[in-house]
């Protein structure tokens, strides 16, 4: 069964330092996604991306934040200056149809990024 | 924006009794529920979803009821085994939203 796959499983930064995550989202699916969760708390969206292009984003994706699909296969969530507050499991997703219209997403395995 | 509300936030049942985990959405215009499980340290998998068209869904021991005019869904798991010790999560989302809002979790612990 097709995954969406990401890199590093796990990353230690410095705080201030930047960070890129990586995501293959599985290759016949068109939205992708970024989500975020804290350490027991709950999973919160951060950006979805459609044709080159953001198509929503949520509070948290400031401009710390930037997204990435620089070619056609990966996914990327770049992180300026991380903050001790950044510390969390980030998840690649992705769907075939849009969200919005009750399509499947699939999660990859998670990021977890540790600020120190 | 939407607000999903999850209850409890911890459920301890024994082995094969039944578990109901419940969520309430604000947003009338979110037209589709998904319900993830995930272990420690693993990604949020997919277990049942519902959409507003329809207002109960059964997958063998799994099944997930939709009331859109008070706007809840419920999780039911019935015979429950050890394996189905996790933590579920609700979530919502359509009308304008592409994104899942999530509910807080629910740790649900099968005691053996």
């Known amino acids: 069964e097709p995954e969406v796959t990401q890199t590093p499983s796990h990353q230690v930064t410095q705080m201030g330092q930047e960070v890129i995550l990586r995501c293959v989202p599985i290759s016949n699916h068109l939205y992708f996604y970024w989500y975020r969760q804290i350490l027991g708390q709950k999973v919160e969206f951060l950006v979805s991306?459609?044709?080159?292009?953001?198509?929503?984003k949520s509070e948290i994706f400031d401009d710390q934040f930037s997204v990435e699909r620089p070619d056609g296969s990966n996914f990327t969530l770049k992180i300026r200056s991380t903050k001790l507050e950044d510390s969390a499991m980030y998840f690649c997703?992705?769907?075939f149809g849009q969200g919005r219209s009750g399509n499947t997403i699939y999660f990859g395995e998670g990021s977890w990024l540790t600020v120190v | 924006g939407e607000n999903v509300e999850q209850h409890p936030s911890t459920l301890s049942v024994q082995e094969g009794d039944s578990a109901v985990i419940k969520c309430t959405y604000s947003?009338?215009?979110?037209?589709?529920f998904p319900w993830y499980k995930q272990e420690l340290g693993k990604r949020p998998q997919l277990i049942i979803d519902?959409?507003?068209?329809?207002g109960e869904k059964k997958d063998q021991r799994i099944a997930v009821t939709l009331n859109k005019t008070a706007k809840h869904f419920s999780l039911h798991i019935t015979e429950t085994q050890p394996e189905d010790s996790a933590v579920y999560f609700c979530?919502?989302?359509?009308?304008?939203?592409?994104?899942?809002?999530f509910g807080k979790g629910t740790h649900l612990i099968i005691q053996p």
């Open positions: 997703a992705s769907s």
């Open positions: 519902i959409r507003s068209n329809v």
């Open positions: 947003d009338s215009a979110s037209n589709y």
């Open positions: 991306f459609y044709n080159n292009e953001i198509s929503e």
């Open positions: 979530a919502a989302s359509g009308g304008g939203a592409d994104g899942l809002t």
